[in-house]
């Protein structure tokens, strides 16, 4: 019978984010439906105009500024009794670096003011491949160094793989924001990744 040894290695490899994607909504109340509808729509054509012009100058597409989700709900006052309808839009907005991003958040707020939400914030990494490349290859050696010492304590060695699976990556995180003058730090995000492998034992 054919001896194996199965290890499983975890390997990381710095990343650092250079792109954005920026989630506003734009949000409208009033007294009818209608209102709300017509408000919400001034507040997006606001948003939209901001972020084409910060998007498209920073060598980015028009498609990078999307509607991700349009709500309409009733409002009610203090005493609990229906008093109008608020209307909120949702974009996604991809900025194609993070000074982009930073003087886009800057600028929707001078140009939409109170209609105005910043739900969300999340750094990218534009190309992973590097760093998925040198994560994975960490793992390798890491599950090779854990497979040698299992099989000395054996009293055997290492042969040929027999078996190699490969673990997805991890993606980094999201951005902090400087709430002075919403600049983005992208700091260092670590990139993981794991690799199973079956080694014959000798």
């Known amino acids: 019978m054919q001896r194996t040894v199965t290890v499983t290695g975890h390997g990381s490899a710095p990343a650092v984010p250079d792109s954005a994607v920026v989630t506003v909504v734009g949000v ?4 009818t439906v209608a209102e709300a509808v017509a408000g919400v729509d001034a507040a997006v054509s606001g948003i939209v105009a901001v972020a084409r012009g910060f998007v498209t100058g920073a060598g980015g597409r028009e498609a990078d500024v999307a509607s991700a989700g349009l709500q309409m709900w009733a409002t009610t006052g203090p005493d609990g009794t229906p008093d109008g309808f608020e209307a909120s839009h949702r974009l996604r907005i991809r900025c194609p670096n993070l000074p982009s991003a930073s003087a886009l958040v800057v600028g ?20 992973p491949g590097p760093a998925a490349t040198a ?3 960490s793992a390798y050696a890491d599950a090779r160094k854990r497979a040698a010492h299992l099989a000395g304590l054996a009293g055997a060695g290492l042969g040929d793989v027999l ?4 673990g997805l990556p ?17 700091g260092e995000s670590m990139l993981d990744a794991a690799v199973t492998v079956t080694w014959q034992l000798l």
């Open 135 to 137: 994560a994975r290859e």
């Open 163 to 166: 078996v190699l699976e490969d």
């Open 28 to 31: 409208h109340r009033a007294s």
């Open 108 to 127: 929707l707020a001078a140009e939409v003011g109170d209609a105005l939400r910043i739900e969300a914030v999340a750094l990218e990494v534009t190309d």
């Open 170 to 186: 991890r993606s980094p995180g999201s951005a902090r924001m400087d709430e002075a003058s919403a600049g983005l730090q992208p």
